[in-house]
Structures are given as C-alpha cells and as structure tokens.
C-alpha cells in the first residue's frame, strides 16, 4: 500500500513479530505492513503479498485512512467483497460484513451507482451499518454522498472522482468521519471462470495443529444466461423428469447474479434477487431448508410488508436433498431457482417445483464457500 497503516496501541507493543519476508512452499511473499490486529484486537496480524506480482488489493492505494489501519477482518470483506462485483460489466456493488455479503445489487436500467448502492445497502440496513462497501467502477460524488449518511469501515473501488475523494475527506463529517477509501487494482486480472489462469492464486487454510491445506480458487462454470440449463434428471419410480417452467429474461438475469453472488456466501448459502438487487441472503445454516428459511425470515423482519418477494429468484449453493427448500421457497413467492444437481430425489424436486409453478435450473458445479 502506498500509505502505512497507523497501529493501535495493543499492536504497537507487537511490531516486528512478523518477518519483512515470507516463503510458503517455494513462494515468496513480502510484508505490506502489520494490520491492526487480526480477527478480534488481541490477535496480531500481518499482510503478506506475492513478490514480483501487481496484485489487485496487495497493491491498493490508500486514498484515505481511517484513525487506524486495516484489520485482517477488513481485509477479508474487501476481498470477497471484490470476489462478488468482479463478475460483472455492469455497475455492481456489495457490502460486507463479518466476511458475509448483506446486501449486493447491479444496475438495471434507468439505475445511477448511487441507486445501485442504495439497493445493496437496503437489502439489509441493519448489518450493513459498519460494512465494507465494494464497487467494480469509478465512485461518483452522488454516490460518496449517500455512503456517508451512514457509517461504513471502508469503500473500495478501481477508481473514485476527486470530488468523491473530498466529500469522503471532509473535515467536518461527523457519522463517517474515519471511513477508509481504498482505490484498488484491475478487477479483471482476478480470475472468475473455470479455465482462467489460476497460477499463484491457490488459497491456503491453516488446521488447527498448524497443517496446511491448499485448494484452487473457487471459480464457476457459468459465464452468462446461455449456460443456464432447465434441470432434468432421472428415477425408478418418475422416469426422466424435466424443469417445464419458464423463467422471464429479466428473471435469468436475476438468477445470473444470484449465483456470482452465493460464490462468497458462506454455506449452507441461499441468495434471493429481484430486480438486479439482493433482496436477502441465508448464511452459515448447517442444513438446506434452514437457510432459506433464515433468508425468508430476515425479509418479513426487515420489509415488514413493504417489499414483497413475489416473482423473486433464488441461488442455492449446494442441491436441494428434499423438496421442502424449493416449497418454502415457493411459498413466499420465488418463482425461479437455480441450485446443482446431486441429490437421490433430484428427479423428485423437479417435480415439485413444476407442480408449483417454479422454473428450476440445475448449475454445472457446488459453490461451497467454508471461509
């Protein structure tokens, strides 16, 4: 970064714990700077980037620091913050929070980025308070506006206006004065699809008696609404059944993002969308029909009757092994599904969702995110 963090007064006595440089299997890695702390103030932390790599966020400007670094929490919802808005050519933005997206939304026509913001923050307004706020264009002045009529921990983008800057700058804000503004690298360099080049982009997760586990990223095998595929498939008792229900173009769309979305929810993860924004996202349940109705839950207590999810669609990151997912879903009024096949009663859960009126598509591939 181009600005060192300043450090707390817990981590000021820790300094220097970590070394300057790092090799992982052969890897060598150079300290950006200690962070604040880790997860929680009393662990201490260090950021690490790749020698010899023009990485996207280990090399993020910072145009604006808070009245103390980055955590390594922040770090990560800036991370999977840009994993969500990396998928799109469109303007999109996500807020993160707790390493969970509470509201994600793209532009739809007749949007500005500030609607766009607006849509992704509303999804869940309560958790979005202290969020970190990604976007995947250059941050207009209408829009640092709007962000700093609440607080947010930070806002990351490829780029930002030099009004944007000073409205985010102003000496006088009271609710945001501390927010962060992070400018970082090209999206586009971060892969996103199954084929992309994923050299040096292997993730690394830590056991605890301290053995390494080391997995491709996940990346997805759904490029755009032509390769969404109406589900099918086969049992003893039901023959060859197929998904008869329709979805509209704005509707697949919908499910398009859906689905680049729930890549960085942490499962079990289901994601309702309508109109280019998330509308609820179910999290972290442990088991499938839970999270989707945690996510139905969060909507009637946050819209109270104001919003309603009729015609909405849904994102499932792993298949429905009953279908009790798909009918809770149908209930509140999703009318289009798309989830991976897998389970013993696919064939069953088709059926059931054409008897409720519910298109349903299968994904070529598990999303599981356990971060």
Same mark, same amino acid.
């Given at each position: ?52 790599? *023009? ?32 998928? =799109? ?25 500030? *609607? ?205 092994? =009953? ?49």
């Amino acid at each position: 970064m181009t600005e060192k963090l300043n450090r707390n007064t817990y981590l000021s006595k820790h300094v220097g714990d970590f070394p300057e440089k790092a090799d992982i299997l052969g890897r060598e890695f150079v300290k950006v700077d200690d962070l604040r702390y880790g997860t929680n103030p009393h662990q201490t932390a260090a950021f690490y980037k790749p020698v010899g790599r *023009d990485c996207v966020i280990g090399d993020m400007q910072v145009l604006k620091n808070g009245k103390s670094g980055l955590s390594q929490t922040n770090l990560e919802d800036i991370s999977f913050s840009l994993n969500i808005v990396k998928f =799109f050519d469109i303007p999109a933005c996500a807020c993160m929070k707790h390493v969970n997206p509470c509201g994600a939304a793209c532009a739809v026509p007749g949007d500005t980025l500030k *609607d766009v913001y607006i849509k992704a923050r509303d999804c869940d307004a309560r958790a979005a308070f202290g969020s970190v706020i990604a976007f995947n264009v250059k941050v207009d002045a209408d829009t640092a506006r709007e962000i700093m009529t609440t607080f947010v921990e930070c806002v990351v983008a490829p780029d930002f206006e030099p009004e944007a800057v000073a409205i985010f700058s102003d000496p006088e804000a009271k609710l945001n004065k501390h927010v962060r503004i992070l400018k970082c690298g090209d999206l586009k360099k971060l892969p996103k699809y199954v084929g992309d080049d994923i050299s040096g982009y292997q993730t690394f997760k830590v056991l605890a008696d301290g053995c390494l586990v080391i997995a491709d990223p996940l990346m997805t095998n759904i490029h755009s609404v032509a390769d969404l595929k109406p589900a099918e498939a086969d049992s003893k008792t039901l023959g060859h059944v197929v998904s008869t229900v329709k979805a509209t173009p704005a509707q697949l769309q919908d499910i398009l993002m859906a689905w680049y979305v729930n890549i960085s929810v942490r499962s079990n993860g289901v994601v309702i969308v309508k109109n280019g924004g998330t509308l609820c996202v179910g999290t972290g349940e442990q088991d499938r029909v839970g999270a989707v109705e945690q996510a139905i839950v969060k909507f009637n207590d946050k819209y109270g009757g104001k919003e309603t999810i009729k015609d909405a669609v849904m994102a499932s990151d792993g298949f429905f092994p =009953f279908p009790d997912g798909v009918e809770v879903a149908a209930k509140a009024g999703v009318t289009a599904i798309i989830a991976p096949s897998g389970s013993l009663k696919d064939a069953d859960v088709i059926q059931r969702a054409n008897e409720l009126g519910v298109a349903l598509f299968h994904a070529p591939e598990r999303v599981f995110s356990h971060h």
